[in-house]
C-alpha cells in the first residue's frame, strides 16, 4: 500500500528520529536551557551528564572506525556481483538514490552522485547481456509541492550511458523502498531480477523485493568499506579523530537498520533462502 501525502511526510519526519545530529540538537538544546536555570547540586549533575551525552556524541558517532565497522557489518551481508556467471535475468532493476531540481544556478533537474552510480552500474550490467530489460525506480521524493522524478532523471542519464530507450522500464511513482517493490512488481509482474542498488541499502531492498515474489540476485554498488574483513590494516591515527564525513556515515547506517528493522516488524521482509 501506497503511503498518502500525510503519512509519507510522517514518516520523513520520524526518520529523524534516529540522526546523532537530531541527539546532538536535543542535547545541546538542554544543556543551553540547564544552564540559565538557578544552580543546584542536582543540574549541575545533569549539566555534567548531558555534556558527557554530547562529547560521546560526537566523538564516538562521528570516528572513522566506528562508522566503517557500522557500516561494514551492513555492507558485508551481500557480496559483489559475481560477473563470471552466465545466468541471464528478466530483468535489471535499479533504485533511485536522490534528484536535485533545477533552479536559478542549476539549469536543469540533476541525478545525485549516489543515483549517477547506481544507474551506471545498472547500464553496465544491461549492457553486458545480463537482460533484456532495464528498469528504473523511484519518483518525486518531495513532501511540499511538486519537484523531479528520478527515475526520469535516471533514464535520461542511461541513455547518454549507451542503454537503448526502448529497453528502459520506468516506475516513476515509488518514493519509499517499500513503493519500488510494489511499483517493479506493477510494471513487470513477478519473475528473476538482477537489483541494483547500494551496499548499505541492499539487506532491506532485497528483503523488500523477495516479499512481492521476485527471485532475486543482489548487485550491489557504491561500497564505503574497501575490505571485510581486515579493515583494520586500512586505518591510521587520523582516523581516531571525529569529522563530520564519518558522522555522515554512521547515520546512514543507523537509518538503513532502523528501517530494515521497521520493515521486518511489519512483515514486509522476506529473508534469503
Same mark, same amino acid.
Given at each position: ?84 556467471? *552466465? ?39 544491461? *549492457? ?124 546512514? *547506517? ?20
Amino acid at each position: 500500500m501506497e503511503l498518502s501525502p500525510f503519512w509519507f511526510g510522517l514518516y520523513k519526519l520520524v526518520k529523524y528520529a534516529v540522526f546523532p545530529y537530531t541527539w546532538l540538537c536535543l542535547v545541546t538544546g538542554a544543556l543551553a536551557a540547564l544552564a540559565f536555570l538557578p544552580s543546584s547540586p542536582r543540574r549541575t549533575q545533569w549539566l555534567r551528564m548531558l555534556a558527557l551525552a554530547a562529547l560521546a556524541i560526537v566523538w564516538l558517532l562521528g570516528s572513522p572506525v566506528l562508522s566503517t565497522i557500522a557500516a561494514g557489518l551492513l555492507e558485508s551481508r551481500y557480496q559483489p556481483f559475481d560477473r563470471t556467471t *552466465t545466468e541471464r535475468f528478466d530483468a535489471v532493476v535499479v533504485l533511485g538514490g536522490g534528484v536535485l531540481g533545477k533552479g536559478s544556478l542549476r539549469p536543469s533537474d540533476q541525478l545525485t552522485g549516489l543515483s549517477m552510480q547506481r544507474t551506471s552500474c545498472g547500464a553496465d550490467l544491461f *549492457t553486458e547481456g545480463r537482460a533484456p530489460r532495464l528498469v528504473l525506480s523511484g519518483g518525486d521524493g518531495n513532501i511540499f509541492g511538486e519537484g523531479p522524478k528520478e527515475a526520469v532523471e535516471m533514464k535520461r542519464f542511461a541513455i547518454r550511458l549507451g542503454v537503448p530507450e526502448q529497453a528502459i522500464v520506468l516506475d516513476d511513482q515509488s518514493r519509499t523502498t517499500y513503493e519500488n517493490a510494489i511499483g517493479v512488481k506493477r510494471a513487470l509482474g513477478e519473475g528473476s531480477i538482477l537489483l541494483v542498488t547500494s551496499a548499505s541499502h541492499m539487506p532491506r531492498a532485497a528483503g523488500l523485493f523477495r516479499r512481492q515474489g521476485f527471485t532475486v540476485t543482489p548487485a550491489p554498488c557504491t561500497y564505503h568499506v574497501r575490505e571485510w574483513p581486515g579493515f583494520w590494516s586500512n586505518f591510521d591515527l587520523l582516523d581516531f579523530i571525529p569529522d563530520l564525513g564519518a558522522l555522515d556515515g554512521f547515520t546512514n *547506517t543507523l537509518t538503513e537498520a532502523a528501517g530494515t528493522i521497521t520493515y521486518w516488524a511489519a512483515g514486509k521482509l522476506l529473508r534469503e533462502g
